[in-house]
């Protein structure tokens, strides 16, 4: 039997990034911590980029801080070189708190919720849920004038739980099909009516501002405002407003007979937020940095997982803009950007969109096609659709191959969707569309995708990881050596 010891300790700190990030807030803030202790400078988007970016430099920037670009600019980089891309996303499936969250049925009070993404909603029922997210306060600037700061708030403890109805007051069809409505169904419960009516009104007392009665506030439940203020240390009166969701408080821990698994909550996509992060600071802390002709980039987005199509998705101009600025903010035209080395640039750049993939289910193995059945702990996955649902195509099949080849890393396994099955698809296309970039769609395995719960081997992390730092390492060599 394999022994998964040697891969332990990488994903022990993978579980730890999984449980500090609920929800891409934290874990943008999670990354930029990592980062800012890798030496990297944080750019801010409504500042120029020139004078601020030089070869050897490492830098990041965030949008709506659900969102994050890190990039490091070889040493010996010269203007019209390419960008290495790795692309992954940091939302999942979850639900969401409405703006007017406050609900009450039958002497409970419970919150009103938004399903977010495609989940498998009937794994979120009887999970201790806790609260994360981002919250607007009310703060006093200079010279007295208010100011509106963005805090952040993770309730680890669980306050609420969608519970299942009891198999007795279920008929037989009932039972058979546990079908959900996810209006109806899915309200989380906070607690009993009456205890949470003793303090409302205590709790309502000072959340009026000088405009008067702050009706936003009247939409939400009095304790859980007062649970939220009290996490953050302000008081009621100061919240403006939050985008808050629910999660599993369970935290990821590793599992299997041989601790040889991964069970955690969003392991789609934050297992490939954690890793490449932690391979684009391998590279730049290796020597090989010094010696890079090239830009090594990671984009993590959020919105994949309702179609990207937002200001901080990978359908907005976050990428292209960013390949724009830095690009131009390095570039040797005495005028600045120079169309054409813009145009090299990107003939010479490659994009590794890297989002979860299917194994092999031992229970359902008929719904993979046969010949293209990643397994759990066997290897990196590049996925292949004709239909263009995945970005792949055999320039880039063949590169991620040719990488394994030269860094002598176990060979790639292949997905391809069964004729009769539809496929999903992810950021590859997307920005490969709107760069003119040339894309692979790959990822690491996984069961129980969308499920509150999922799980992966833990040697494909470290696969994974490896797989990273040998994309950067030879990329350039490699389409150096393909005919144009």
């Not at 010996?76 to 049925?105: E, M």
């Not at 969109?353 to 299917?358: E, G, P, T, Y």
């Amino acid at each position: 039997m394999t022994d998964y010891t040697s891969h332990a300790p990488f994903a022990k700190k993978a579980c730890d990034f999984l449980s500090l990030s609920p929800d891409p807030y934290h874990a943008v803030a999670n990354i930029t911590a990592k980062l800012d202790a890798g030496g990297y400078k944080q750019l801010r988007k409504r500042e120029p980029f020139g004078g601020n970016v030089e070869p050897g430099g490492k830098y990041y920037f965030t949008v709506n801080r659900t969102t994050i670009v890190a990039f490091a600019v070889g040493g010996k980089y010269k203007s019209g070189n390419g960008f290495k891309i790795i692309g992954g996303h940091t939302d999942s499936p979850n639900l969401k708190v409405k703006p007017r969250s406050k609900r009450s049925a039958s002497g409970c009070i419970q919150l009103g919720v938004e399903c977010y993404g495609g989940g498998l909603w009937h794994t979120w029922f009887d999970r201790d849920l806790g609260i994360s997210g981002r919250v607007l306060v009310r703060s006093k600037g200079e010279a007295g004038k208010e100011k509106i700061v963005q805090r952040f708030v993770k309730i680890d403890r669980p306050v609420a739980r969608v519970s299942t109805l009891c198999i007795h007051l279920q008929t037989a069809e009932e039972r058979k099909s546990f079908a959900v409505n996810k209006e109806e169904h899915l309200s989380p419960i906070l607690g009993t009516q009456t205890m949470l009516e003793e303090g409302a009104k205590a709790q309502l007392e000072g959340t009026t501002s000088e405009g008067g009665e702050d009706e936003w506030l009247k939409g939400h439940e009095p304790l859980l405002l007062e649970t939220i203020a009290s996490e953050l240390g302000i008081k009621v009166k100061d919240i403006a407003d939050f985008e808050l969701n629910m999660f599993d408080t369970q935290p990821a821990v590793l599992g299997g007979i041989k601790n040889e698994f991964l069970y955690s909550a969003r392991l789609d996509n934050l297992a490939t937020c954690f890793v490449s992060i932690e391979s684009l600071v391998a590279h730049t802390d290796s020597d090989l940095f010094a010696e890079d002709e090239d830009i090594s980039l990671v984009a993590l987005f959020d919105h994949e997982e309702v179609g990207s199509e937002s200001a901080q998705g990978a359908g907005s101009p976050v990428i292209v803009d960013a390949i724009r600025r830095i690009t131009t903010a390095l570039s040797d035209h005495p005028h600045g950007l120079d169309p054409d080395q813009y145009s090299c640039a990107v003939r010479k750049s490659f994009i590794l969109s890297v989002d979860m993939a299917h194994a092999v289910h031992p229970n359902y193995a008929a719904k993979h096609e046969k010949n293209h059945g990643p397994k759990l702990n066997a290897g990196f996955v590049i996925k292949t659709n004709q239909n263009q649902r995945y970005g792949t195509n055999a320039i880039g099949g063949f590169i991620m191959r040719e990488i394994t080849r030269k860094a002598d890393l176990i060979p790639v396994q292949e997905f391809v969707v069964r004729n009769d099955c539809g496929c999903g698809t992810t950021i590859g296309p997307i920005i490969s569309s709107s760069t003119g970039i040339r894309t692979v769609d790959a990822g690491m395995p996984q069961l129980s995708m969308h499920s509150c719960r999922e799980v992966m081997g833990i040697a494909d992390l470290t696969h994974c990881f490896e797989m990273f730092k040998s994309f950067f390492e030879y990329f350039r060599e490699i389409d150096d050596a393909l005919e144009g």
